[in-house]
């Protein structure tokens, strides 16, 4: 098998057959031998219905994932490239932002490049309102700041892998997947490449404000552990600044007889180490949290079925 296509789908009950189409279409041209591989992430709508339907009719090689319940767009790569079976392997979203076209692009580059093993679509122009973008770009400094592992801004999860980066990939079996990360962390060789993206052919984005927010997090948390030592350098520079005050009022004290007077002083001091003490405890919270469920091992997700209309 030349190429497999992994297209997790959410709640794409109207676009998994267009995008079906499409990439149909679009690779009619080419004689490459390949397989589309559908993950139905728990959708609630009618997305496995209509995936049943194409299975049945397509001519092309289908495999249809159909997860208990949903275990999110993570675990659907997961999955998929765990079922993909082509030398080449591409992740393509569902809706119809990702031209196919991109694609034959993507493995065209590969196949003139053997000393590449994966090629990244980037957005060219971001099509999103200015504070989420200033959001996006804020978290790409942050996260590059403070951890080894290198993150591209604007980079997508749009991309053709090699197999042995997919190998790679799914070698690493933690709960809390965050792609981008473990794109980078695994090496290889990246190209990057631009791309534009389209409009959603129909239904709606899944992610909202809060739901990235969380998914950043996730992001620092499984990829740096600079936040923890925060609360060693932040108590060690109060300890000192302690220090120095006691120096001061005892010397005020013991040579000028001046009394200070506290009251106000201890309760913003009480107040803001109080403060400081329980953020650093949450976020020793956070990462014991994510440690607590990752030594469970709980799987990172569980099929109902895997339907084919391959005769093996
Ligand atoms: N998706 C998924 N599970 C989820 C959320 C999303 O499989 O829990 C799929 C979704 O069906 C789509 C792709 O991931 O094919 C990208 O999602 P979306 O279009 O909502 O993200 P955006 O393009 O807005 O970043
Ligand atoms: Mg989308």
């Known amino acids: 098998m030349k190429?497999?296509?992994v297209i997790p789908c959410y709640n794409e009950e109207d676009n998994v057959e267009l995008i079906h189409d499409k990439i149909s279409e679009t690779f009619k041209k080419v004689k490459y031998d390949y397989e589309l591989i559908f993950i139905n992430d728990g959708s609630k709508d009618k997305t496995i219905i209509n995936l049943r339907k194409l299975v049945k009719k397509s001519k092309q090689n289908i495999k249809v994932v159909d997860f208990s319940k949903n275990f999110g767009k993570e675990a659907a790569i997961y999955a998929g490239l765990k079922e993909s079976t082509g030398e080449l392997v591409s992740l393509i979203d569902a809706d119809m932002q990702q031209d196919p076209k991109y694609v034959l692009e993507m493995v065209e580059f590969l196949d003139a490049n053997e000393e590449y093993d994966s090629v990244a679509m980037y957005q060219d122009k971001r099509r999103e309102g200015k504070v989420l973008s200033f959001f996006k770009k804020s978290f790409y400094k942050l996260i590059n700041k403070i951890?080894?592992?290198?993150?591209?801004?604007?980079?997508?999860?749009?991309?053709?892998?090699?197999?042995?980066?997919?190998?790679?990939?799914?070698?690493?079996?933690?709960?809390?997947?965050?792609?981008?990360?473990?794109?980078?962390?695994?090496?290889?060789?990246?190209?990057?490449?631009?791309?534009?993206?389209?409009?959603?052919a129909t239904g709606t984005t899944k992610w909202s404000f809060k739901k990235l927010f969380k998914y950043a997090l996730d992001g620092i948390i499984s990829f740096t552990t600079a936040p923890l030592k925060?609360?060693?350098?932040?108590?060690?520079?109060?300890?000192?600044?302690?220090?120095?005050?006691?120096?001061?009022?005892?010397?005020?004290?013991?040579?000028?007889?001046?009394?200070?007077?506290?009251?106000?002083?201890?309760?913003?001091?009480?107040?803001?180490?109080?403060?400081?003490q329980l953020f650093s405890l949450g976020i020793i919270g956070e990462y014991i949290a994510r440690t607590y469920i990752e030594v469970k091992e709980r799987p990172i997700y569980i099929a109902r079925e895997v339907i084919s209309n391959r005769s093996k």
């Open 230 to 276: 925060m609360a060693t350098y932040v108590g060690l520079f109060s300890s000192f600044c302690s220090i120095v005050y006691l120096v001061v009022v005892i010397i005020q004290k013991l040579c000028f007889g001046i009394d200070i007077p506290g009251y106000a002083t201890i309760i913003t001091l009480i107040l803001f180490l109080g403060g400081l």
């Open 3 to 5: 190429l497999s296509f």
């Open 147 to 200: 951890s080894d592992t290198k993150f591209t801004s604007n980079a997508s999860d749009f991309r053709t892998l090699r197999r042995n980066m997919v190998d790679a990939i799914l070698s690493v079996k933690e709960y809390y997947r965050f792609s981008k990360g473990i794109f980078s962390w695994v090496g290889f060789n990246t190209k990057y490449m631009p791309y534009q993206v389209l409009d959603r």
